[in-house]
């Protein structure tokens, strides 16, 4: 018998459901619904909500990332840029971040929906016309700590037996449980009841080696979840009428192993090669009978579903183009091609991951990520648009909801390329200048611009070896003049091609394969050079859709090659520059020679001029009153009768200890000095410690209470599980004088993301020390810690963790923290002044304090904090938690800091005096921070075409941060 699926999925041929329509105009909105249930259906073409086909265009807003006063000019920008879903993803331990009010209890604690308010969230984005696609997880990556995982799942005497995302009873009743309570408190917003919910999410990149038992499970269980929700919200309405609407929504599973009544899902910088490539989706299986399976036929059965088209993320000490760990920023054309590709082949549903990233407020990001999180997509950390990417994009958005109606009337076109007679124009610096041009310049005519084939491409193609600002600037004034680009004559074109042939593709994909899947134009045409790559063969394309209404027609017409060509497509000549698509709009009855019945309606590398540009300055005011505290590091009563400690033969993990509740673990240990070294000619012994470490973690080590140095690790997403990281500390020269005080302050730098692998143990992701021993240089022998000390200790108890920084236990990181007395009647902490440029050593706690009424920030002015002037801490703004702050050099810049602007949301501002407070654990030589301000402000002519060449061409620049 057939499988059950959700939606409704026609068995022609094509895919197609002729009941789905396309009469409201294929691009619809959550305002269209007006309110009324309705059925979200789908088939091999599209979705269709209340019987209408729709083109999803959405972007990913996370509303933990987003200061709430933001989320309505958020998700406004996004309807007004022409997107019509907002993707959300929902973080379990931002939710659920301890159990039972007491660590590591057996149960999860109260849920609390207000830390993240999603109802208001989603009440928003539907007020602004945005339908909802909700990623629930449970494990959903996201560059979030533990994947969104709360930590207290680590807790092995709780949950001694629990494996990640397998079928394990402990995690399936775990996760169920949680799906099942998002979903009941969201259930009216659900769009059978009438809300603006459409799609849901179970799992998260799931691998294709995945248990079949746990893979179909999740699937059944976020489908019961759904209907339970559902039937719920009709109980306690007596208003909603479901007349007509499905009992269900389709729920998605991307990029990895999918349940038979899920739909699948790419995740990716491309993914054209995911409609393309059935090997693509080999893993992927609906039910057909009891005893057999057969792929799941994306394009067939299943609409083209991108719920994942990456954009750029940073990691500490990383840059653009020597990414560590991670991908990075891709260019705002190479953004379009891709896009421009996906929706070519069949594609209807494309989400743009980040749309507005945010930032990784408190202990929130995932492993090695800055504070600034995906600065170089659509809309910037700060809430600005990052322009011209912004805009570029906006005019690809506007052509595809006009070409909607067309595109979702017609079959999917992939495997039905048509290929183009094009010749290649020869490009080379004939004149030395740095640039390359062409043999033979194409002129753009008056009448092209008036066809609107204007600059259909970057104009100079700078050899970057050159380089320097004389290159820059002539590629700015070739742009600015015309350059390459626009229309050339039709008796230009060569026959290289048959022209007009229906055949399968994969001859147009075989070299845009070797070079499309990467991430950047740069590294494909360093890829295409080195593989002795010089002519245009089989990939220059053509794919048209028909109008079932008229004589119209939409085409995409692309050149997946790292060549400028001229491209002959009904009798209309158009140059196209290397990796490149063209929106056409026509009318076929309207043909007759060269451009007639032809208008371009978005070029990908035609990347608009935009009159104004994101620029960051200081502040009209800055901060003072600055004061420190100097935080002991010595195990003295008070300390000890302040924080929290427990002791043991050896370092224990770190989040075991102090859970979600710090990233800060100290370990203290002592050890007796070796006896100088030489009976006649005593020598100091050189000491070396030794510490195995955990991956993405700061190691601060002191002795006696000095600070000796510093080691960390900054790898995002390691390739093991459980990973060990050696480092080795010089103690320096220590002779046996006194018993000395080891203390190791480890700082996570961010749980891993990345627990992908099924059976994993919670375990695997711990952070602080693992192992740690002192050495001799001369004898390479191992030193013998000694007992520690106190009435509870037991014997042969050699470590002390103590749980965060003291002054994180006095509150010194809370406004309005009241002054705590010591037994003599001073103040304590004691705070004294201190001066701009003074050296801070050790753990110091720093308060300034701003005006925030002088900083004169006008509507739509972003406040940032300059940390130029720190080292590594924490900074909390009247009380709210900023998050980390680092100026670790980038690894192609050593003078160019990671990150220096911080995001200081409006909303956490008072009128007069602010404070902000800085955990300074790092050690900063010049003492000092300043406020800055990020506004867009006009840009003069040759300041937009320098953004142009910036994100073209191979090249990306994000956001100043």
Same mark, same amino acid.
């Given at each position: 018998?057939?499988?059950?699926?959700?939606?409704?999925?026609?068995?022609?041929?094509?895919? $197609?459901?002729?009941?789905?329509?396309?009469?409201?105009?294929?691009?619809?909105?959550?305002?269209?619904?007006?309110?009324?249930?309705?059925?979200?259906?789908?088939?091999?073409?599209?979705?269709?909500?209340?019987?209408?086909?729709?083109?999803?265009?959405?972007?990913?807003?996370?509303?933990?990332?987003?200061?709430?006063?933001?989320?309505?000019?958020?998700?406004?920008?996004?309807?007004?840029?022409?997107? !019509?879903?907002?993707?959300?993803?929902?973080?379990?331990?931002?939710?659920?971040?301890?159990?039972?009010?007491?660590?590591?209890?057996?149960?999860?604690?109260?849920? /609390?929906?207000?830390?993240?308010?999603?109802?208001?969230?989603?009440?928003? $984005? $539907?007020?602004?016309?945005?339908?909802?696609?909700?990623?629930?997880?449970?494990?959903?990556?996201?560059?979030?700590?533990?994947?969104?995982?709360?930590?207290?799942?680590?807790?092995?005497?709780?949950?001694?037996?629990?494996?990640?995302?397998? !079928?394990?009873?402990?995690?399936?009743?775990?996760?169920?449980?949680?799906?099942?309570?998002?979903?009941?408190?969201?259930?009216?917003?659900?769009?059978?009841?009438?809300?603006?919910?459409?799609?849901?999410?179970?799992? !998260?990149?799931?691998?294709?080696?995945?248990?079949?038992?746990?893979?179909?499970?999740?699937?059944?269980?976020?489908?019961?979840?759904?209907?339970?929700?559902?039937?719920?919200?009709?109980?306690?309405?007596?208003?909603?009428?479901?007349?007509?609407?499905?009992?269900?929504?389709?729920?998605?599973?991307?990029?990895?192993?999918?349940?038979?009544?899920?739909?699948?899902?790419?995740?990716?910088?491309?993914?054209?090669?995911?409609?393309?490539?059935?090997?693509?989706?080999?893993?992927?299986?609906?039910?057909?009978?009891?005893?057999?399976?057969?792929?799941?036929?994306?394009?067939?059965?299943?609409?083209?579903?991108?719920?994942?088209?990456?954009?750029?993320?940073?990691?500490?000490?990383?840059?653009?183009?020597?990414?560590?760990?991670?991908?990075?920023?891709?260019?705002?054309?190479?953004?379009?091609?891709?896009?421009?590709?996906?929706?070519?082949?069949?594609?209807?549903?494309?989400?743009?991951?980040?749309?507005?990233?945010?930032?990784?407020?408190?202990?929130?990001?995932?492993?090695?990520?800055?504070?600034?999180?995906?600065?170089?997509?659509?809309?910037?950390?700060?809430?600005?648009?990052?322009?011209?990417?912004?805009?570029?994009?906006?005019?690809?958005?506007?052509?595809?909801?006009?070409?909607?109606?067309?595109?979702?009337?017609?079959?999917?076109?992939?495997?039905?390329?048509?290929?183009?007679?094009?010749?290649?124009?020869?490009?080379?610096?004939?004149?030395? /200048?740095?640039?390359?041009?062409?043999?033979?310049?194409?002129?753009?005519?008056?009448?092209?611009?008036?066809?609107?084939?204007?600059?259909?491409?970057?104009?100079?193609?700078?050899?970057?070896?050159?380089?320097?600002?004389?290159?820059?600037?002539?590629?700015?004034?070739?742009?600015?003049?015309?350059?390459?680009?626009?229309?050339?004559?039709?008796?230009?074109?060569? /026959?290289?091609?048959?022209?007009?042939?229906?055949?399968?593709?994969?001859?147009?994909?075989?070299?845009?394969?070797?070079?499309?899947?990467?991430?950047?134009?740069?590294?494909?045409?360093?890829?295409?050079?080195?593989?002795?790559?010089?002519?245009?063969?089989?990939?220059?394309?053509?794919?048209?859709?028909?109008?079932?209404?008229?004589?119209?027609?939409?085409?995409?017409?692309?050149?997946?090659?790292?060549?400028?060509?001229?491209?002959?497509?009904?009798?209309?000549?158009?140059?196209?520059?290397?990796?490149?698509?063209?929106?056409?709009?026509?009318?076929?009855?309207?043909?007759?020679?060269?451009?007639?019945?032809?208008?371009?309606?978005?070029?990908?590398?035609?990347?608009?001029?935009?009159?104004?540009?994101?620029?960051?300055?200081?502040?009209?005011?800055?901060?003072?009153?600055?004061?420190?505290?100097?935080?002991?590091?010595?195990?003295?009563?008070?300390?000890?009768?302040?924080?929290?400690?427990?002791?043991?033969?050896?370092?224990?993990?770190?989040?075991?200890?102090?859970?979600?509740?710090?990233?800060?673990?100290?370990?203290?240990?002592?050890?007796?000095?070796?006896?100088?070294?030489?009976?006649?000619?005593?020598?100091?012994?050189?000491?070396?410690?030794?510490?195995?470490?955990?991956?993405?973690?700061?190691?601060?080590?002191?002795? /006696?209470?000095?600070?000796?140095?510093?080691?960390?690790?900054?790898?995002?997403?390691?390739?093991?599980?459980?990973?060990?990281?050696?480092?080795?500390?010089?103690?320096?020269?220590?002779?046996?004088?006194?018993?000395?005080?080891?203390?190791?302050?480890?700082?996570?730098?961010?749980?891993?993301?990345?627990?992908?692998?099924?059976?994993?143990?919670?375990?695997?992701?711990?952070?602080?020390?693992?192992?740690?021993?002192?050495?001799?240089?001369?004898?390479?022998?191992?030193?013998?810690?000694?007992?520690?000390?106190?009435?509870?200790?037991?014997?042969?108890?050699?470590?002390?963790?103590?749980?965060?920084?003291?002054?994180?236990?006095?509150?010194?990181?809370?406004?309005?923290?009241?002054?705590?007395?010591?037994?003599?009647?001073?103040?304590?902490?004691?705070?004294?002044?201190?001066?701009?440029?003074?050296?801070?050593?050790?753990?110091?706690?720093?308060?300034?304090?701003?005006?925030?009424?002088?900083?004169?920030?006008?509507?739509?002015?972003?406040?940032?904090?300059?940390?130029?002037?720190?080292?590594?801490?924490?900074?909390?703004?009247?009380?709210?938690?900023?998050?980390?702050?680092?100026?670790?050099?980038? !690894?192609?810049?050593?003078?160019?800091?990671?990150?220096?602007?911080?995001?200081?949301?409006?909303?956490?501002?008072?009128?007069?005096?602010?404070?902000?407070?800085?955990?300074?654990?790092?050690?900063?030589?010049?003492?000092?921070?300043?406020?800055?301000?990020?506004?867009?402000?006009?840009?003069?002519?040759?300041?937009?075409?320098?953004?142009?060449?910036?994100?073209?061409?191979?090249?990306?620049?994000?956001?100043?941060?």
């Amino acid at each position: 018998t057939a499988a059950t699926l959700l939606g409704s999925v026609a068995g022609t041929a094509s895919g $197609a459901n002729p009941a789905f329509s396309t009469s409201e105009g294929a691009f619809l909105t959550f305002d269209d619904m007006k309110g009324a249930p309705y059925a979200v259906e789908y088939d091999g073409r599209s979705f269709a909500v209340g019987g209408q086909r729709t083109l999803w265009l959405s972007g990913s807003v996370h509303p933990a990332r987003v200061p709430p006063g933001e989320w309505a000019s958020t998700l406004r920008q996004m309807r007004r840029n022409g997107l !019509n879903m907002v993707q959300v993803y929902v973080f379990w331990n931002a939710h659920e971040p301890s159990s039972s009010g007491a660590a590591f209890s057996d149960a999860p604690g109260s849920t /609390d929906w207000d830390v993240v308010d999603l109802r208001r969230f989603i009440s928003i $984005a $539907a007020s602004e016309g945005l339908f909802v696609n909700l990623r629930i997880g449970p494990y959903v990556c996201a560059e979030w700590k533990f994947g969104g995982l709360p930590l207290w799942l680590m807790n092995a005497t709780a949950y001694p037996d629990l494996l990640l995302r397998t !079928n394990e009873p402990t995690w399936m009743r775990l996760t169920g449980d949680w799906f099942r309570r998002v979903l009941f408190e969201l259930a009216d917003f659900l769009a059978p009841v009438g809300g603006p919910i459409a799609l849901t999410q179970v799992e !998260n990149e799931l691998a294709y080696d995945a248990p079949e038992e746990y893979v179909r499970w999740a699937g059944e269980m976020a489908r019961d979840a759904v209907r339970d929700a559902l039937e719920m919200a009709i109980d306690n309405s007596e208003t909603i009428d479901t007349a007509g609407a499905a009992p269900i929504i389709p729920i998605l599973m991307c990029e990895g192993s999918v349940a038979p009544n899920a739909v699948p899902a790419c995740n990716g910088p491309t993914c054209a090669e995911y409609l393309s490539d059935p090997s693509s989706r080999s893993d992927m299986y609906v039910e057909v009978d009891d005893n057999a399976v057969e792929p799941k036929r994306v394009l067939v059965d299943y609409p083209g579903v991108w719920t994942e088209n990456e954009g750029g993320y940073q990691t500490w000490g990383g840059s653009p183009y020597k990414p560590p760990a991670y991908f990075w920023g891709r260019g705002a054309d190479d953004v379009a091609w891709a896009s421009m590709r996906w929706f070519a082949r069949g594609g209807a549903h494309m989400n743009y991951y980040m749309y507005a990233g945010g930032n990784n407020f408190g202990r929130t990001g995932g492993d090695a990520m800055t504070t600034a999180y995906a600065t170089d997509v659509n809309v910037c950390p700060d809430g600005l648009p990052n322009e011209p990417k912004f805009s570029h994009l906006g005019n690809m958005h506007a052509a595809l909801r006009e070409a909607a109606p067309t595109l979702l009337g017609a079959d999917p076109q992939v495997g039905r390329a048509v290929f183009l007679p094009h010749h290649g124009v020869l490009v080379g610096d004939t004149d030395d /200048d740095g640039l390359w041009e062409g043999t033979e310049r194409v002129p753009l005519t008056d009448e092209a611009v008036k066809a609107g084939h204007a600059a259909m491409g970057s104009t100079a193609f700078s050899k970057e070896r050159k380089g320097g600002e004389n290159v820059r600037r002539a590629a700015l004034a070739r742009r600015r003049d015309g350059g390459f680009g626009g229309v050339a004559a039709a008796g230009a074109v060569t /026959d290289t091609q048959t022209s007009g042939e229906m055949v399968s593709d994969a001859f147009a994909q075989e070299v845009t394969e070797r070079f499309a899947e990467v991430t950047s134009r740069k590294r494909a045409v360093a890829r295409a050079s080195s593989s002795g790559f010089t002519e245009v063969s089989g990939n220059v394309v053509a794919f048209e859709y028909d109008s079932s209404t008229d004589d119209g027609f939409v085409a995409f017409v692309e050149n997946n090659s790292p060549r400028v060509v001229v491209a002959d497509f009904k009798g209309g000549a158009f140059t196209l520059t290397p990796w490149s698509s063209v929106l056409i709009v026509g009318d076929a009855s309207d043909l007759t020679t060269g451009l007639g019945g032809m208008r371009v309606a978005f070029n990908s590398s035609d990347v608009p001029k935009t009159p104004s540009l994101r620029r960051v300055s200081r502040a009209k005011a800055g901060f003072f009153d600055w004061r420190a505290w100097r935080e002991p590091v010595a195990l003295d009563p008070r300390v000890l009768r302040e924080t929290r400690s427990v002791t043991a033969p050896s370092p224990l993990p770190q989040i075991a200890l102090v859970g979600d509740t710090t990233e800060f673990l100290w370990y203290h240990a002592s050890f007796e000095a070796p006896e100088l070294a030489g009976e006649d000619d005593p020598v100091v012994p050189r000491l070396w410690l030794k510490i195995v470490g955990r991956a993405a973690n700061r190691y601060s080590v002191y002795l /006696d209470g000095a600070p000796v140095a510093a080691v960390s690790d900054e790898t995002h997403s390691p390739s093991a599980q459980n990973q060990e990281i050696e480092h080795w500390v010089d103690l320096g020269l220590v002779a046996r004088t006194h018993v000395r005080a080891l203390s190791i302050l480890s700082e996570s730098l961010g749980v891993s993301n990345y627990p992908i692998f099924p059976g994993a143990k919670p375990g695997d992701f711990e952070k602080g020390v693992v192992y740690a021993e002192v050495r001799r240089e001369d004898t390479d022998e191992a030193l013998e810690f000694l007992d520690a000390h106190g009435a509870t200790v037991k014997p042969g108890d050699k470590w002390r963790m103590r749980f965060g920084l003291y002054g994180e236990a006095l509150g010194l990181h809370l406004r309005e923290t009241k002054t705590k007395e010591q037994d003599v009647g001073e103040a304590y902490p004691k705070w004294t002044p201190v001066a701009p440029g003074a050296e801070a050593q050790g753990v110091t706690w720093l308060r300034a304090a701003f005006d925030s009424d002088a900083l004169e920030l006008a509507p739509g002015d972003a406040l940032l904090l300059d940390a130029q002037g720190l080292g590594r801490g924490h900074a909390w703004v009247n009380g709210h938690d900023l998050g980390l702050y680092w100026n670790i050099a980038r !690894n192609d810049a050593p003078y160019d800091e990671t990150q220096r602007y911080y995001v200081v949301p409006r909303e956490w501002l008072v009128r007069g005096e602010n404070e902000c407070v800085f955990a300074e654990v790092g050690g900063a030589p010049e003492l000092g921070a300043a406020l800055a301000v990020a506004r867009m402000e006009p840009a003069s002519e040759d300041e937009a075409l320098e953004a142009i060449w910036a994100v073209t061409g191979g090249r990306q620049r994000a956001c100043e941060f």
